[in-house]
Nanobody, 128 residues
């Protein structure tokens, strides 16, 4: 079983930037190296929504329309870490952000059901 630990959340003004990190551990990298990782977010009273995903191998990415052009997902295979660089933040980006490991063989899924392990989440608050 893989453990996922997010970090980097905080309070930022609208228009600002933050970088989230998600470190994976608990299994050899080779056991999930052909898979994908995703970022989701959940605001109070709302459903968890897809933000971005990336393949460990090759780095193919996929974004939700709401963050395209503002957020960038990347990975460092040597560190088993995935990043989410968030720029031009808006108040509506306020949420708890979660990283998740994709289910084997599903590719870049954009629904929570496509992921089987989740981190504990990190709060991002964007003030106006």
């Amino acid at each position: 079983q893989v453990q996922l630990v997010e970090s980097g959340g905080g309070l930022v003004q609208a228009g600002g930037s933050l970088r989230l990190s998600c470190a994976a551990s608990g299994r050899p990298f080779s056991s999930y190296a052909m898979g994908a990782m995703g970022w989701f977010r959940q605001a109070p009273g709302k459903e968890r929504e897809f933000v971005a995903a990336i393949r460990w191998s090759g780095g193919t990415t996929y974004y939700a329309d709401s963050v395209k052009g503002r957020f960038t997902i990347s990975r460092d295979n040597a560190k088993s870490t995935v990043y989410l660089q968030m720029s031009s933040l808006r108040t509506e980006d306020t949420a708890v952000y979660y990283c998740a490991e994709g289910r084997p063989g599903l590719g870049l899924a954009n629904t929570a059901g496509g992921y089987n392990y989740w981190g504990q989440g990190t709060q991002v608050t964007v003030s106006s």
